[in-house]
Nanobody
């Protein structure tokens, strides 16, 4: 019963920037690790970045130094700042949350499209 809603995707030129947002809504839950995944056409979904409840972060090698993940616990929101975008970053980006609400489970957003033109 935890719902995730992404926003901020769009079309940008190579070298540009975008910031994705994901807000978690519902009641009676606690958010643990949150992350961003992406899936390009013809490829499997892959982890881009994650951040724990304590603020520790992890990044895929392909985005290190360019992408930055952060969270605002007061707003139940996780962000992904994407800089120096490349055409190979083109994908549908999905928000993921490990949450506890009468039990612990994973939740997924519906995704937001990011397209980077050359």
């Amino acid at each position: 019963q935890v719902q995730l809603l992404e926003s901020g995707g769009g079309l940008v030129q190579a070298g540009g920037s975008l910031r994705l947002s994901c807000v978690a809504s519902g009641s009676g839950f606690s958010l643990n690790t949150m992350g961003w995944y992406r899936q390009a056409p013809g490829k499997e979904r892959e982890l881009v970045a994650s951040v724990t409840s304590g603020g520790s972060t992890n990044y895929a090698d392909s985005v290190k130094g360019r992408f930055f993940i952060s969270r605002d616990n007061t707003k139940s929101t996780v962000y992904l700042q994407m800089n120096s975008l490349k055409p190979e970053d083109t994908a549908v980006y999905f928000c993921n949350a490990d949450a506890t609400r009468y039990g612990r489970r994973n939740y997924w957003g519906q995704g937001t499209q990011v397209t980077v033109s050359s």
